[in-house]
């Protein structure tokens, strides 16, 4: 008898739960304190399922004369595991930094997910993809995973400007003001300079070729038109 209640009432939990998680999952994606709930559900989850295991035990075995000694193990077995659960990415992240020399701003990859380092937690890496979008990932994962540097963001390219320049600038100062020009560009990886490099001159312009890194040819577009319209007009 005591063997079915206890089977019916782990049903009625399992049920219960996964009906929770659907809600605040559902829920969690339009409101943000119903969000923040169900980030913390994990940890609710196993604090339900330990106290059902201790509930079932005393069921069990309360008259027993060897049930305090199956309580404490249980309690230093559960304790054990909570404490786990809340240190292991501490721990893994103490170790994932001894191992690693990464720095704020490298590029990453991890696994299938590449990007620019945004911050080192204690906790988790914070990672800008591409698309701007950054994501968390906890340090107890990477441990899984193939971690490698980039110098570049992952499907930079390498591209060419020809630029054509009023000799009424001076040759360097056109030069520092197309580094200045492209280290303000949000279209431009600015962990890579550009290259400037003087390819010819007449009596009245300077042909320069300037080699950057843009994401694709819609960013390039962007970076050659800015360059084009501030030097054609002086204002760079």
């Known amino acids: 008898m ?4 206890v089977l019916i009432t782990g049903l009625a939990v399992l049920v219960i739960l996964k009906i929770l998680r659907i ?3 559902r829920v969690g994606s339009k409101n943000s304190y119903w969000d923040k709930a169900s980030k913390l559900f994990p940890m609710t989850e196993i604090i339900v399922w330990v106290v059902f295991v201790f509930w079932a035990a005393s069921l069990f075995y309360k008259d027993r004369i060897f049930y305090p000694y199956l309580l404490l193990g249980m309690m230093l077995i ?3 595991l909570i404490a786990w659960f809340f240190f292991r990415d501490i721990i893994a992240g103490a170790l994932f930094k001894m191992q690693h020399d990464f720095k704020k701003d490298d590029y990453i990859r991890i696994g299938s ?3 620019q380092i945004k911050s080192l937690r204690h906790t988790h890496l914070e990672l800008t993809a591409e698309n701007g979008q950054t994501t968390k990932i906890p340090y107890s994962r990477l441990s899984r995973e193939l971690i490698t540097g980039m110098t570049t963001l992952e499907g930079m390219e390498e591209n060419m400007i020809r630029l054509i320049v009023d000799k009424r600038i001076a040759k360097p100062e056109i030069e520092e003001r197309i580094k200045f020009e492209l280290a303000n560009s949000p ?4 962990k890579n300079p550009p290259v400037i490099k003087l390819q010819g001159e007449d ?3 300077y042909s320069f070729d300037v080699l ?5 040819n819609k960013h390039l577009r962007r970076v050659e038109k800015a360059l084009r319209d501030k030097l054609s007009n002086h204002k760079l």
């Open 23 to 25: 809600i605040i999952n």
């Open 2 to 5: 005591k063997t079915i209640v």
């Open 113 to 115: 997910i590449s990007g």
């Open 78 to 80: 559960s304790a054990g």
């Open 203 to 205: 009596d009245g312009t």
């Open 212 to 216: 950057v890194c843009t994401l694709n």
């Open 187 to 190: 279209w431009c990886n600015y």
